[in-house]
T-cell receptor
Framework: ELKVEQNPLFLSMQEGKNYTIYCNYS?????LYWYRQDPGKSLESLFVLLSNGAVKQEGRLMASLDTKARLSTLHITAAVHDLSATYFC???????????FGTGTRLTIIP | EAQVTQNPRYLITVTGKKLTVTCSQN?????MSWYRQDPGLGLRQIYYSMNVEVTDKGDVPEGYKVSRKEKRNFPLILESPSPNQTSLYFCASSTGQEWSYNEQFFGPGTRLTVL
């Protein structure tokens, strides 16, 4: 059974700092997703990663995937207040599109 | 605009009163699914559909029903709601294509309270 773990669960960081959110998954997975959720809002797709060594970047966020280690990371560079949100990773397999989610990382950026 | 819509967005009801939450997508997606989100538990899949007239259980299907009579619609039915179904519900859709990124798009959510 696929399980997804994220850490940390809560992260408070100062503006301008760098940090990384980690996402481990328990069994082979074909796709790794990162989503952002603002309070009371829906999930916004950030990245979808398919292959080992995949790296995608959008603004101050960069996601990477290491399928051998079953690990994905979401790196935040020079954080700004607008990045405060809850970030979820999720995994799925080809032929079974169910997303198995981690419990999320609540990120708070302090001015 | 490509989107997934849900109605209602907020609903307060009483135990045992049947209700339906509608979900519609305008992207001609094959795959649709329902998730519930609960604090500390993340999102868990309730039911999914690979295509019209094809539905199957997810991880937490008890107390829910679905139907897929048209490609664009995937309603979630609670025949006899109970307080433990109080949650935030999301509908999602994707192309369902294997060997692809298969980005999944989420609706705005329905906050359900069962008294």
């Amino acid at each position: 059974e696929l399980k997804v773990e994220q850490n940390p669960l809560f992260l408070s960081m100062q503006e301008g700092k760098n940090y990384t959110i980690y996402c481990n998954y328990s069994t082979t997975s074909d796709r790794l997703y990162w989503y952002r959720q603002d309070p009371g809002k829906s999930l916004e797709s950030l990245f979808v990663l398919l292959s080992n060594g995949a790296v995608k970047q959008e603004g101050r966020l960069m996601a990477s995937l290491d399928t051998k280690a079953r690990l994905s990371t979401l790196h935040i560079t020079a954080a700004v207040h607008d990045l405060s949100a809850t970030y979820f990773c999720a995994a799925s397999n080809f032929g079974n599109e169910k997303l198995t989610f981690g419990t999320g990382t609540r990120l708070t950026i302090i001015p | 605009e490509a989107q997934v819509t849900q109605n209602p967005r907020y609903l307060i009801t009483v135990t045992g009163k049947k209700l339906t939450v509608t979900c519609s997508q305008n992207m001609n997606h094959e795959y649709m699914s329902w998730y519930r989100q609960d604090p500390g538990l993340g999102l868990r899949q309730i039911y999914y559909s690979m295509n019209v007239e094809v539905t199957d259980k997810g991880d937490v299907p008890e107390g829910y029903k679905v139907s897929r009579k048209e490609k664009r619609n995937f309603p979630l039915i609670l025949e006899s709601p109970s307080p433990n179904q109080t949650s935030l519900y999301f509908c999602a859709s994707s192309t369902g294509q294997e060997w692809s990124y298969n980005e999944q798009f989420f609706g705005p959510g329905t906050r359900l309270t069962v008294l």
